[in-house]
């Protein structure tokens, strides 16, 4: 992690954090009901052969997250779930190579021969069933299987499918998946109508201290953070299409809420060094908020967080201390094809920048700029594609020029403060850069880079007084001449 030269040599004795450690969630299917129950007669359209299905997976509490739709256009292709006729069944048994299924009453029996029988009415019919979690016994997930042909036991009311178990990957030629929030379910998922607007979160809400040795010709100091935090979290829209295995679509929304970071940080030692001297460090990489779907999904956000000093020609006796806190606004918003970048668009991520102390108590000479870097670096794989997301910000940023001052008569002329001989004049810059990168996973090549926001916003010069009062310098030479003339 880092370099060493001649000129210089930078030193990290010890990095201190406070950041959890965020497990993956796996997401749990969303069982479909078959209405059957408390006298309701069965909808036996659930038992249809369809051109496409929706599946949903969510939280275990119930809240949803992710919805497939899986899409069967060809005429020799369809799809069928079994969880939206599983309350017409007496039993299910599954074996490696057959999925029997035994109805409850002759006339859900009698319609699923009728509409299922079209597999046996030529060899190259088949349809892709679904058993749900559980359907198969132990299995905590659901299962894909084509079938190609069917038996029937009428006096039994049972139906014997040809099982050929399959993986998601395979038998999902053709569809559209969305992570996040989401308005509402494929019309083509049967007449149920399901809104979904739970959003997927990235966590921002972490604390990081540190505190680093840096080591140069003719210069020791340290860069320590006094508090260095970042607060909120980003909801993130996740989609991603494909017909017959090629994608036609890739995209995400990413939006900030209640999202800030703060950086003060003081730089204290002595010595001075004439090389610019520009150094980042990592500090942090955990992985946060992330998903995962068995064999359909896996969206890993990782956050890492560098603070980087820049110095340039500095020579110093004592300290500064800088600090700035950078917030986003609500109302940003970013959406990214991955697909075509010319379709990008974003707005509101110019963050608010203010300084939280700027403070000099000895003295120092030369450019100083320090910063923090948080970034989210997501991971998304999508039935064997996959796309790689960098969010990173410069942010917050203070660059000051500083430059030592000597003089009998004052060295500050700030109203109101008492003057001295010594002083350290500086002009402070405040600012933040937030740009986004994203690749194909596997690529080095980046498929585009984005600058969401620069700013770079100059404050009024300050002056920091320290060293003798003036007065007391004076009245000291008045009483040595009256004594002298005694």
Not at 33 to 59: M, P, Q, Y
Not at 72 to 90: A, H, Q, S, T, Y
Request: glycine fraction near 8%; proline fraction near 4%; charged fraction near 20%.
């Amino acid at each position: 992690m880092l370099s060493k030269t001649s000129a210089h040599r930078w030193v990290i004795p010890f990095i201190l954090f406070n950041a959890g450690h965020v497990l993956c969630r796996n997401l749990v299917p969303i069982r479909l009901s078959s209405g059957v129950g408390n006298g309701k007669r069965a909808d036996l359209s659930g038992l249809d052969l369809l051109s496409a299905e929706t599946f949903i997976w969510g939280d275990e509490d119930g809240s949803s997250l992710a919805s497939l739709t899986v899409d069967m256009p060809g005429e020799n292709e369809n799809i069928v779930n079994m969880e939206r006729f599983d309350g017409m069944l007496k039993s299910i048994e599954c074996t490696a190579d057959s999925v029997a299924l035994t109805f409850i009453d002759d006339a859900t029996f009698a319609h699923a021969q009728q509409v299922w029988d079209w597999v046996n009415g030529a060899d190259n019919h088949s349809f892709v069933s679904v058993a749900g979690a559980g359907d198969c016994g132990d299995n905590v997930d659901r299962k894909p299987f084509v079938v190609s042909s069917i038996a029937y036991d009428e006096e039994a009311n049972k139906a014997t499918l040809s099982a050929e178990w399959d993986d998601w990957k395979t038998i999902a030629h053709s569809y559209d998946l969305v992570v996040g929030s989401i308005a509402e379910s494929s019309e083509a998922a049967g007449k149920m109508r399901r809104d979904i607007d739970k959003t997927s979160t990235i966590d921002f809400n972490h604390d990081f201290p540190f505190s680093f040795t840096i080591s140069a010709n003719g210069l020791s100091a340290s860069l320590a953070c006094t508090d260095c935090s970042s607060k909120g979290e980003f909801d993130m829209e996740f989609k991603i299409s494909q017909k017959l295995f090629i994608p036609t679509g890739a995209s995400m929304k990413i939006k900030p809420k209640g999202v800030s970071a703060i950086a003060q940080v003081k730089l204290s030692g002595s010595g001075s060094v004439t090389d610019a001297l520009t150094k980042e460090f990592e500090i942090i990489k955990i992985p946060v908020s992330a998903l995962s779907i068995p064999g359909i999904l896996d969206l890993g956000p990782f956050l890492t967080v560098s603070v980087g000093a820049e110095l340039l020609g500095i020579s110093l006796t004592a300290g500064i201390t800088g600090g700035a806190t950078a917030k986003l606004d609500d109302a940003a918003i970013l959406e990214v094809d991955l697909l075509d970048p010319e379709k990008n668009t974003f707005s509101g991520w110019e963050p608010t920048v203010d300084t939280v102390d700027v403070k000099v108590d000895a003295s120092i000479s030369g450019g100083v700029a320090i910063f923090l870097k948080p970034s989210i670096e997501l991971k998304a794989e999508a039935l064997g594609t996959g796309f790689e997301i960098g969010l990173n910000l410069k942010a917050p940023n203070i660059n000051a020029k500083l430059t030592a001052i000597a003089s009998p008569q004052g060295a500050c002329t700030n109203p109101g403060d008492e003057k001295t001989t010594l002083g350290v004049n500086a002009g402070i810059n405040i600012g933040a850069q937030l740009n986004i990168a994203a690749t194909r996973s596997g690529d080095s090549d980046p498929l585009f880079t984005v600058q969401l926001a620069q700013l770079d916003t100059p404050l009024a010069a300050i002056c920091f007084p320290f060293g003798d009062p003036v007065a007391k310098r004076s009245l000291t030479r008045m009483h040595s001449r009256q004594i002298s003339g005694l």
